[in-house]
């Protein structure tokens, strides 16, 4: 991304569930199924937050 000129973009790997504590974000894209969206996410993203994610239950099914 950096090479493309983005520079305002910080990404973050991790169990997605338990949030980043130490920083708010305006942007979460969560590459895995959830019935609920996690108590961390809620906490961590600033009014106005955009979240991609997928719209399956757990499992897949």
């Known amino acids: 991304m950096r090479a493309d ?4 973009v910080t ?9 980043s504590a ?3 974000v305006d942007r979460i ?9 996690p108590d961390a996410y809620v906490r961590q993203a600033v009014p106005g937050a955009v979240m ?3 719209n399956a239950p757990a499992g897949g099914r």
């Not at 990404?11 to 949030?19: E, F, K, M, P």
């Open 22 to 24: 130490d920083r708010s």
């Open 29 to 37: 894209i969560a590459w895995a199924s959830m019935e609920r969206i």
């Open 11 to 19: 990404l973050l790997a991790g169990h997605g569930t338990a949030g």
């Open 5 to 8: 000129g983005d520079t305002n």
């Open 52 to 54: 991609v994610r997928c």
